[in-house]
Nanobody, 125 residues
Framework: LHPEESGGGSVQPGGSVSLSCVASGYNFGSYCMGWFRQAPGKAREGVAVLNSDDSTMYADAVEGRFTISKGNAGKTLFLHMHSLEPEDTAMYYC????????????????????WGEGTLVNVSY
């Protein structure tokens, strides 16, 4: 099972980008799913997660600017990013869970067994 991300690219500060994640064979919504990012020279961090009860949690740095959601058909995970800042430049990864965890655990990456290869978002002038 290999999640596939798409939608990354270059954008100017203040702009918007939406990322998508699909994974054939995974039952979206059964467990926590999320988006993580890793900037050059920094550790990977949780950005936004969507738990099986449809509750969400966001990193403080993106709260109010990013939105995580599922597609209507329940087979796609989205991350809509607005008011982007240069500090948001990173490789963004989709991750899918396989066990029940809390949102807090999910944002830390616990229980995430399936990871995509990432899509690059570059925020610059």
């Amino acid at each position: 099972l290999h999640p596939e991300e798409s939608g990354g690219g270059s954008v100017q500060p203040g702009g918007s980008v939406s990322l998508s994640c699909v994974a054939s064979g995974y039952n979206f919504g059964s467990y926590c799913m999320g988006w993580f990012r890793q900037a050059p020279g920094k550790a990977r961090e949780g950005v936004a997660v969507l738990n099986s009860d449809d509750s969400t949690m966001y990193a403080d740095a993106v709260e109010g600017r990013f939105t995580i959601s599922k597609g209507n058909a329940g087979k796609t995970l989205f991350l809509h990013m607005h008011s982007l800042e240069p500090e948001d430049t990173a490789m963004y990864y989709c991750a899918l869970g396989v066990v029940s965890v809390t949102r807090q655990q999910c944002l830390l990456g616990y229980g995430m067994d399936y990871w995509g290869e990432g899509t690059l978002v570059n925020v610059s002038y």
